[in-house]
């Protein structure tokens, strides 16, 4: 349910509203609707509540259906959301790159790819320690101490991390080590981990189901905001069609599409989309061309050797490579640069 507030709603009159609604222990986020100030409330309240909030001279409106989504649209808030994790900015200014191994294996591993993506201009530190893998046989990640090692290279190399979370009760524990928590694609609609993720002082990576609409992953964030939590990164990954020459299907529209409906930042992860590393750069020069707000891509030193997605890794020659091709697109754009070391713009 939603109530659309007058125009002229006095802070007293809010006041009051909310009490009525504390006293019935029903939860309140504040929205955007059509130019008017409006609550969304959750659980829907009794028939009292709602005779009492009718009656209410600052209440405009009582709206029975709310929409599926809202926190996350643009209705809610016109202008493209913009925040920091660290030091990397997060928004249309500027290209997000999120690099690092499909799974945390070593610290060796981890020191060689956190310096290399870092050079190579990265903003974020990525790596799995929990891993939702298709196999029960297969590897699984290292588990807390892989945590141990994402934090102690991105310390090391001033990266933010991202990591996967897998289950509700991971996430107090994944939050203490990592800056970005990720909700992976296998798991996208299981609304008890939005929702404990939505209760994490972090920023969220959200990744799109291969078999979800754009509509259901708009709604997958929703949960997370409607939990309390707006710093949300959407993420287009692949979905699954007929074809079978790629691992899944970049839905490149998808790009477009969410950010026009949605004020948050889109992310493209080519490398689960193809899964062929001689393909990622060509998808990650056209997903920041057609407007994605950062990339996320799987790096190794020894990608025939690595514990978990290989076929797809890039080596650090290939993502350095790869990396002044984005950068240059993104310069071209007038985006600028927050890698490490540099805050100019990348045109040069
Ligand atoms: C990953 O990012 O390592 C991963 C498992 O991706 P997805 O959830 O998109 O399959
Ligand atoms: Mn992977």
């Not at 125009?7 to 222990?25: H, M, Q």
């Not at 290209?95 to 790819?113: D, F, K």
């Not at 393909?279 to 056209?286: Q, R, S, Y």
């Not at 993104?330 to 927050?338: F, N, P, V």
Request: aromatic share 4%; glycine share 8%; hydrophobic share 40%.
């Amino acid at each position: 349910m939603m109530i659309v507030l007058r125009a002229d709603c006095s802070l007293k009159e809010k006041a009051e509203i909310t009490r009525i609604l504390e006293a019935g222990e029903i939860n309140i986020n504040v929205t955007e609707t059509g130019g008017s100030t409006a609550f969304i409330l959750m659980p829907t309240p009794d028939d009292d509540i709602v005779a009492s909030l009718e009656r209410h001279g600052g209440v405009a409106e009582v709206r029975r259906a709310t929409p599926s989504c809202q926190l996350v649209t643009r209705d809610h808030r016109a202008e493209p959301t913009r925040f920091h994790v660290g030091h990397a900015l997060v928004g249309p200014d500027t290209l997000t790159v999120i690099a690092g191994p499909c799974s945390v294996e070593t610290r060796t591993q981890m020191m060689e790819i956190a310096e290399c993506v870092a050079d190579a201009g990265a903003t974020m530190l990525r790596g799995g320690a929990f891993k939702p893998r298709t196999s029960p046989y297969s590897f699984q990640g290292l588990g807390e101490r892989g945590l141990e090692l994402l934090a102690d290279a991105g310390g090391r190399f001033k990266l933010p991390t991202v990591t996967e979370v897998m289950a509700p009760e991971q996430a107090a524990l994944i939050a203490q080590y990592a800056d970005v928590l990720q909700v992976g694609a296998r798991n996208m609609q299981n609304f008890s981990l939005l929702q404990a993720v939505g209760q994490q002082h972090r920023p969220i990576l959200l990744k799109r189901s291969p078999m979800a609409s754009i509509e259901e992953l708009l709604c997958a964030a929703e949960y997370i905001a409607a939990a309390g939590n707006q710093r949300i990164m959407l993420c287009e990954r692949g979905i699954r069609t007929f074809e079978r020459a790629t691992r899944s299907t970049l839905d490149i529209s998808a790009v477009p599409v969410l950010k026009q409906l949605s004020h948050l930042p889109v992310i493209v992860d080519p490398s689960h989309a193809v899964g062929k590393r001689e393909w990622v750069p060509p998808l990650a020069k056209c997903s920041v061309a057609c407007g994605a707000d950062g990339l996320m891509i799987e790096v190794h030193p020894n990608p025939e050797e690595a514990m978990s997605d290989g076929r797809q890794s890039l080596t650090m020659d290939q993502f350095s490579r790869m990396m002044v091709d984005v950068r240059r697109l993104a310069g071209a754009e007038g985006r600028q640069d927050h890698a490490e070391g540099s805050q100019q713009s990348v045109r040069a």
